[in-house]
């Protein structure tokens, strides 16, 4: 089996902490750092544009108060799973924090989407054992919220709490420097398409996971809100990534598909 795992995080625009708040506010372009979602909307419907038009199934890790501020038109076709309330640095919180977190935050995806997620992605990648050995009392089975060296046939593990891990891959570029199979760079101006695609010709067999959000496809950190231009250039690179991904033997599946193939 070689899969593609195509992930999203479905969350509030640029999104930073907030010293002393468990809640995430939003990159302050002059407004304060309030929690911004246009972008994130925007770029959701984006995305979407794109997968429709491939035919191919994605993972959206979706941040419980995005959800609620947004349309989640046409999310109902792929696998929609949680990615904190108000994302939380989770390892942050107390037991009985984490806890009511999770809560609201699972029942947010049933609210808005209809359907039980069965997969997680902590906010900002940050996740330990309190936070893992929680997840399956919210029915959570399924993990992307580590990194793991590229491989020739990278593979789902069982972790010792019962959840499956489909870490997302990390290597090097030519030159020797790291480069992860988060699509960040490449919306910032510092990578390219084929760069990623390279990373997964490297695998033989297994899961790749490659990862974005959505706010991505229509703001840049450094750039600022992108104009109509750097939305149409952005959205073509994530595309031919995808497709050239999908061109070397890549079946698109989502993160809970992948789990248990
Ligand atoms: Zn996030």
Known sequence: ????????????????????????????????????????????????????????????????????????????????????YDHEDLTSLSGHDLRVCMGRAVGSVCRTIGRRPVSFRAPYMKIDDKVLEALPEFGIRCDSSMYAPLSESPMPRRLPCGVTEIPVPEGSDPSGKKIAAYLWPMHEGKRRPEEYVRMAAAVKEGVFVLATHTWHMAESLNGGIMDPNAVRRNAEDVQKVIEEVIGLGFEPMTVSEACVK
């Open 1 to 84: 089996m070689k899969a593609l795992c195509f992930t999203v995080d479905l969350d509030r625009d640029a999104n930073i902490p907030i010293p002393g708040k468990a809640a995430a506010g939003s990159f302050d372009r002059g407004d304060g750092a309030e929690p911004r979602f246009e972008s994130s909307e925007k770029g959701l419907g984006t995305l979407l544009d794109i997968l429709s038009g491939m035919g191919a199934r994605a993972t959206f890790f979706a941040e419980g108060r995005t959800l609620e501020m947004i349309s989640s038109k046409g999310l109902s076709k792929h696998e929609v799973g949680v990615h904190g």
